[in-house]
């Protein structure tokens, strides 16, 4: 009886929680091969296809048969890079002259963005990139140098993505103003901080986890490299969030070198992600978890255990 009703259960599930990878469900009117509906379509076939007893597909877990290859591909490797050297880092005067969003590079940032974007070149080779970028003038413009580095038929995405934005610091225009908060920030500390009329480091945080889930949902191909760039507080929160940082983890952490790349590697056994010891020594995180705590493995497992609770499986 189990068996027949979870078997029912996958015939007619419209989808599967979008953080846990691809739906499965009926025809819809209409398909574009490489779709969602088709990818729908086509996991319920493959499940549907499977001859009794084949558990070439499947867990057995309490008598009944479960998908193994539901869970949503995953990149193999996501990159973070800082931006390079901006016009305010070398001279914070400009932030009183100048929107924060239109501050671009200096001529040093823009050679930190082309040696990033050469090393970049040797670690990915041939493969597929996706790349996505704060909207941010010094973003935008490490992502332009960056670019010519790569062979354009193997860039696939380039996405403007506002939730990895620097954080914003409100309508400061006096630079003693700016200096004196800065301070204060540091006593304070940069999570729980908040500029006047602008953000705590907590609002980046949760901003940059709807980002997360919007990264996981879009990703589904095992073989690329997903790269980010964006700002030191935002790919540090980045990590944060990702690795499951205490806040005494993230405060002891640092920024990284303007250009610098933060490195997560995927685990081949289990989909997790290792930061690599490149990355823990340029942000200082020798004391925060390195490894993602949920893999594809872990996924699978609670999903499984969520549906036959549902079920009467277990």
């Avoid at 989909?271 to 942000?283: A, V």
């Avoid at 200082?284 to 549906?307: D, H, M, Q, V, W």
Wanted: charged content about 30%; glycine content about 10%.
């Amino acid at each position: 009886a189990v068996k027949a009703e979870f078997a029912w259960r996958v015939n007619h599930m419209v989808s599967l929680p979008s953080s846990l990878g691809r739906g499965i469900g009926g025809k819809e009117d209409v398909e574009e091969e490489g779709s969602w509906s088709s990818s729908k379509r086509e996991s319920r076939e493959r499940f549907a296809g499977r001859e009794e007893g084949d558990e070439s597909d499947a867990d057995a877990v309490g008598g009944t048969m479960v998908m193994q290859n539901f869970i949503t591909p995953r990149p193999a490797k996501i990159i973070l890079i800082r931006h390079g050297e901006s016009e305010g880092n070398r001279d914070e005067s400009v932030y009183t002259t100048k929107a924060d969003w239109k501050i671009g590079l200096t001529q040093l940032g823009r050679n930190q963005a082309r040696q990033a974007g050469r090393r970049l070149r040797d670690m990915v080779g041939a493969g597929d990139v996706h790349i996505y970028h704060s909207p941010y003038m010094r973003a935008v413009d490490t992502t332009s140098e960056i670019l010519k580095s790569l062979d354009p038929a193997q860039v696939k995405v380039v996405r403007e993505e506002p939730r990895i934005s620097e954080q914003q610091f409100g309508n400061l225009r006096d630079i003693e103003a700016i200096r004196r908060c800065k301070e204060e920030r540091k006593v304070f500390g940069r999570f729980f901080f908040r500029f006047p009329d602008g953000e705590a480091g907590l609002d980046v945080y949760s901003r940059v986890t709807t980002f997360i889930g919007t990264l996981r949902r879009d990703q589904r191909d095992e073989n690329c490299t997903v790269v980010i760039v964006t700002h030191g507080l935002a790919l540090r929160l980045f990590l944060m969030r990702w690795f499951q940082w205490t806040v005494e983890q993230f405060e002891a952490t640092r920024n990284p070198t303007f250009g610098g790349m933060a490195i997560m590697n995927r685990i081949p056994a289990d989909g997790r992600y290792r930061l690599t010891q490149s990355t823990l020594d340029m942000i200082g995180a020798e004391n925060a978890p390195t490894t993602s705590a949920i893999g594809r493995t872990l996924l699978r497992k609670a999903y499984t255990r969520e549906l036959l609770s549902n079920h009467g499986g277990v």
